[in-house]
């Protein structure tokens, strides 16, 4: 099959204006007439049931959680982007779109990412109608901060919970709907098959996770937005429900599924502290506005810390290394996701890690304490203030600026990061690939669309911090509510889609069927046995460093293991009630399989990207040598000049990255 994109023609900046004046439309006593379900009430399902359900279309939402407050979203803590340039510091729609496609090292869809800087924008003015409580300057104003890999603040933020707020917002636009009977919401709902009528993506087939009754759901168009999918390496900073089903079964029922093996990892988590662990935990990348990461510089000192005989906060400047910004001086702490996680993954595989496992690097706030400590005593004209009272002064605008994060971090080390710096270690966090989609949204099944992180489009090989909220955000408030019209437009005169056909009879067999087979075969291991085996192949032979050999071995065990659960998995309870280890088994039943595509993907990609590199590209003095892969979408919409080689030649020549240039298709 051939993809089509169906990017319009024509000069980026107006792609999307002409689009949309060209786009068929449904009048607002048609909509009445047409029914759109949609899997995921996140930021990216929420925003676009809300407004399917203000513009006149009747929506079915589903969840699995007990509410759509719950999805995932709630978990997003630094902010959300927007080129409202209200810092007057250079930044722009081009600047946003610009940065977000060089920060997915050029692997994303350009068009995708323009019309995503375009509407960044209504975003903010939207969330802020709907009550959102961003940060406030000191004169009202909204405040902005600055995330990594770029050079200008356009961060909204609201304290260290973002995704809370933003989702609150969504929340009640849905609840306005649900009132007025436009969506009817289906929360501890799982959708476990998609229905395919004539070609078309028509309906869903779910469980109801409280009952297990098994329902069948029609409509004239699905929407898939499920989510991302790194709990694939069990150990994660997603919520511990996230999963790929959705995505993994509307991919098995015809819908291309893209770059899967583009995973990001977040340079600034919690340390891994030992075996049992089911969960990672992110500190925001916003700590790094104000963080700075260092090692010790000398072997004795990294021994002695490990050991307990030396603590961080004796070492002298001079014993740091602060070695972001001796590397990247232009971007210093703030360089993107990718280049951070991958900086202290080689400073640890050298042998100066920090912790008992040699796995940790410091981020370390005392300039900042000082800094913001002798500004506030001049404010407040205090005079000679000791050092005490300037870090006590700098500590109270942390606090106000991340206090919960420290807390967080508090809870879970047993350590005051106030006193001592933080340890991080890079972590899996955001899944770029998902379900492909043309410039619709539309996956390769007409009728099924796909939004938010559970598709592929917007990020290429590493998203940039505050652009996962923009991008749910973008397709459900702005973007799908366009797109789908065109779709369904023709679609007026159909009428309400039967449930009653063989299709959906033999969905809904097959969904029956495998929750039979888990609820009666009586295996000896559990669920979670066969997860953090996988996570476990998932995390040491395709994750931050990759080889052709380990990816190979990879593929073997994934599939011997995928065997091993379809006859020694164990599922205890029944099928009628709340059975989460039952919902469980379905979820990682997909992730085996999504495991094993997900290897074939990184092996047949020779390249290092993102935050992966591959070993084969290891020169003799152990740098690694990226190969970049330049998509100029034409020398007009970059101005005629290679802006990246000319911006990062520090970076291209530090990690030895030779650069190819590939045209445009
Ligand atoms: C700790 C953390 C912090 C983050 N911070 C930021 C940040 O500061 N800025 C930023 O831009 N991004 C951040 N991100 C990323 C961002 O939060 C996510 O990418 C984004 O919220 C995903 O939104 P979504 O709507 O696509 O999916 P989700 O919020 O994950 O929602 C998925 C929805 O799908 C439903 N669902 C899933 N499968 C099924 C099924 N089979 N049947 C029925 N329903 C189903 C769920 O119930 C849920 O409602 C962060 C991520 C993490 C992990």
């Keep these: 099959m051939a993809l089509d994109s169906k990017v319009p023609k024509g000069p980026i900046k107006d792609k999307w204006t002409d689009y949309k004046n060209q786009i068929n439309l449904v009048n607002p006593a048609n909509k009445r007439n047409i029914d759109v379900i949609v899997v995921g009430t996140g930021l990216a399902g929420g925003s676009a049931s809300a407004t399917l359900a203000e513009l006149g279309y009747n929506v079915k939402a589903f969840a699995y959680q007990d509410s759509p407050r719950r999805a995932h979203s709630i978990a997003a803590q630094g902010g959300i982007n927007a080129a409202k340039n209200y810092q007057g510091d250079g930044d722009s729609t081009y600047r946003l779109f610009y940065d977000t496609v060089k920060g997915g090292d050029y692997r994303s869809r350009e068009s995708n990412v323009y019309r995503l800087a375009e509407v960044s924008a209504n975003i903010i003015d939207q969330c802020v109608a709907q009550g959102v409580p961003f940060a406030r300057d000191y004169g009202g104003l909204l405040d902005n901060r ?95 429900g996230s999963n790929v089903t959705a995505g993994w079964k509307v991919h098995k029922k015809g819908a291309y599924f893209a770059n899967p093996c583009y995973t990001q990892i977040h340079p600034t988590c919690i340390p891994r502290s030992g075996d049992y662990q089911s969960k990672l935990t992110l500190m925001s990348e916003s700590l790094r506005n104000d963080g700075r990461i260092w090692v010790p510089k000398h072997m004795e000192d990294v021994l002695a810390i490990r050991e307990g005989k030396k603590k961080p906060t004796e070492l002298t400047e001079e014993q740091r290394d602060y070695y972001l910004e001796r590397r990247y001086p232009a971007f210093g702490n703030l360089v993107p996701r990718d280049v951070a996680s991958r900086a202290a993954k080689e400073r640890s595989d050298a042998g100066y890690g920090v912790n008992a496992t040699g796995e940790a690097v410091y981020l370390d706030f005392a300039a900042s304490f000082e800094r913001y400590g002798k500004e506030q005593a001049k404010i407040h004209n205090i005079q000679n203030p000791s050092e005490a009272k300037i870090k006590a002064l700098g500590q109270e605008i942390v606090k106000a600026k991340y206090g919960n994060l420290f807390q967080m971090y508090e809870k879970i080390v047993d350590e005051n990061p106030y006193e001592t710096p933080m340890m991080i270690y890079p972590a899996v966090h955001y899944t770029m690939g998902g379900v492909w989609v043309d410039y619709n949204l539309m996956t390769t099944i007409p009728g099924c669309y796909a939004i938010g992180e559970a598709n592929f489009s917007d990020h290429g090989a590493n998203r940039l911090g505050a652009s996962a909220l923009m991008q749910g955000l973008a397709d459900g408030y702005f973007v799908l509510p366009y797109t789908i019209g065109d779709y369904l437009a023709d679609d007026i005169r159909t009428g309400t889609i039967s449930t009653e056909s063989p299709e959906f009879e033999a969905a809904e067999k097959e969904v029956t069927e495998r929750i039979e087979f888990f609820i009666n075969n009586e295996g000896t291991h559990s669920v979670d046995y066969y997860h953090k085996k996988l996570g476990k192949i998932m995390w040491d032979k ?99 000049e290679p802006k990246d080689a000319v911006l990062h030649k520090e970076e291209l020549a530090y990690e030895n990255i030779e650069v190819k240039e590939r045209s445009y298709k």
């Design 146 to 240: 600055s995330f990594g890999g770029v050079l200008v603040s356009r961060t909204f933020y609201a304290k260290g919970q973002t995704g809370q707020q933003l989702l609150l917002g969504a929340y009640s636009a849905m609840n306005r709907q649900i009132a007025r009977g436009k969506i009817e919401m289906f929360n501890r709902h799982e959708m476990l098959d998609v229905v395919i009528v004539g070609g078309k993506a028509r309906g869903i087939i779910a469980r109801n996770l409280v009952t297990g009754e098994i329902e069948r759901h029609s409509a004239h168009a699905v929407v898939i937005a499920s989510g991302g999918y790194g709990n694939v390496y069990f150990l994660s900073t997603n919520a511990m």
């Design 542 to 640: 395709c994750g931050m460093s990759r080889n052709a050999e380990g990816l190979e071995t990879a593929i073997e065990e994934i599939s011997a293991l995928r065997k091993d659960f379809w006859q020694n998995v164990n599922v205890p309870g029944t099928s009628t009630e709340y059975n989460e280890q039952l919902a469980k088994a379905g979820r990682v039943a997909d992730f085996l399989e999504l495991g094993e595509l997900f290897a074939k993907d990184a092996l047949v990609r020779e390249e290092s990207a993102g935050g992966h590199f591959r070993e084969e590209h290891q020169t003799e003095d152990g740098e690694a040598k990226r190969i970049k892969e330049f998509q100029f979408v034409s020398a007009w919409e970059y101005k005629g």
